[in-house]
């Protein structure tokens, strides 16, 4: 089981199957998902509409290798995304997971400045509180002390981890680390307005211009990791379109194929993609999933836009933060909160600690409702498609295992 300590965890929850926006556990109970499957099930659980393409593409060709070989759902996706996405932000190449989207993204960074003979640009900047992914590349740019993975240090390459720029002081240090260091550095990564595993902390859109502007001064890539905020999470198909800003790299995953097949994907612009072109085979990307471009995986894509096209996605993100902000609301001031946030269809009460996050996570499980805290967070990331009742009883869900806690505080 992931991040879990096997000998002492209590047994996992069954799940025997999945409908709209319920998990129907084995026993026959059935829990609201407050988190969409790690914000993937966008569009809620079996969509008729994802499962059918699905079902159609598995008949015709479920798989085939993408090595000198391409398919129409590939195509399509790859023209599709490229016509959502801002700017020019045009070059698709599919992997299989977030992570490895990630470190495709390093990999299409370090090789942009290779292929100009730069060979010492091939350190990273990321930021305090960050989480890039599980596999070693990405782990590199997570928070070094702070994450999941800092048990690894001093084990993965050495990047530079720096605080966001939220004030002037630490715009101006990053203007200043920029200057000093940007001989070393191949590019910056950033999760754009809300940074996820790494605490589910919210960022103003300034920052992230702020971001930005700065690389465009000093010559750097950066890469925008919307693994989570893609597809309308945060209330705008992407999150870098609270601030208009385009970044170099995109990568995009998690609710891609609307919660049904591990996929991802890593998105160049102009500028990079041209990076690759030349008579030298020694130019081209260096990176090859065997099953890259999965045709089930496409087709689910496909079906996922043909529904963001077909049915007010964003709307109903911008509904869900409404009710959130209204149905936590009175978690705020009780002791032991910090903070109360929400943004599109992402709710967070953070919390002093959690001390007992095994009963605490039992206790949501047994009034009905599926919500995993961890660090410091209790958080719900539920379809986009969740209605009012659904949305309203996580909430309250939240708010009496908020207010049990701080009477137990008090005694
Ligand atoms: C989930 C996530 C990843 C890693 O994606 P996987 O599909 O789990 O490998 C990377 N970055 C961010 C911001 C994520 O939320």
Redesign the pocket.
């Known amino acids: 089981m992931p991040y879990c300590q096997m000998q002492t965890a209590p047994p996992a929850v069954a799940i025997a199957r999945t409908e709209d926006v319920f998990l129907i556990l084995e026993d026959g109970r059935r829990l609201i998902d407050g988190l969409a499957s ?2 993937s099930a966008c569009h809620g659980y079996n969509h008729p509409h994802v499962i059918e393409a699905i079902r159609r593409q598995a008949e015709v060709m479920p798989h085939v290798m993408f090595g000198g070989a391409q398919h129409e759902p590939a195509a399509t996706l790859a023209t599709r995304l490229a016509a959502i996405l801002p700017g020019d932000l045009e070059h698709v190449f599919f992997c299989d ?6 470190e495709v993204a390093m990999k299409m960074a370090i090789q942009f400045h290779r292929n100009a003979g730069q060979t010492q640009r091939s350190r990273f900047v990321s930021f305090e509180n960050a ?5 070693t590349g ?1 782990m590199s740019l997570c928070d070094p002390t702070r994450s999941m993975h800092s048990h690894f240090g001093g084990a993965l390459l050495q990047q530079f981890n720096q605080p966001l720029p939220k004030t002037p002081e630490q715009f101006e240090q990053l203007d200043g680390f920029f200057s000093e260091n940007r001989d070393d550095i191949a590019g910056v990564f950033i ?1 754009p307005i809300v ?3 790494g605490g589910m902390r919210f960022h103003a859109p300034d920052v992230l211009s702020r971001v930005d502007q700065l690389c465009r001064k000093y010559d750097l890539l950066w890469i925008a ?5 893609g597809f309308g999470r945060t209330g705008k198909m992407f999150a870098i379109e609270h601030v208009g800003v385009v970044p170099d790299i995109i ?1 995009l ?2 609710a891609l194929t609307a919660g049904t097949i ?1 996929f ?1 994907a890593t998105v160049a612009s102009e500028k990079v993609f041209e990076r690759f072109l030349s008579d030298d085979f020694g130019s081209a990307l260096m990176h090859g999933p065997t099953f890259m471009a999965n045709p089930l995986a496409c087709a689910a894509a496909n079906a996922s836009l043909d529904l963001f096209e077909s049915e007010p996605r964003l709307q109903q993100s911008a509904n869900i933060e409404t009710l959130l902000n209204h149905g936590l609301s009175p978690c705020r001031g009780l002791p032991g909160v910090v903070d109360v946030r929400c943004l599109g269809a992402i709710g967070v009460v953070q919390v002093t600690n959690l001390d007992d996050v095994n009963k605490l996570r039992a206790a949501f499980v047994e009034s009905g409702v599926w919500i995993r805290p961890f660090g410091d967070c209790v958080y719900v990331t539920p379809s986009l498609t969740m209605q009012p009742p659904e949305i309203d009883a996580l909430c309250v869900a939240i708010v009496d295992q908020m207010t049990t806690r701080s009477a137990d505080h008090r005694e």
């Open positions: 790690w914000w997971s977030g992570s490895v989207a990630v989480y890039h992914g599980d596999t990405a999760e940074q996820g595993a990791d919307e693994l989570a905020t990568c995953g998690k591990g991802a």
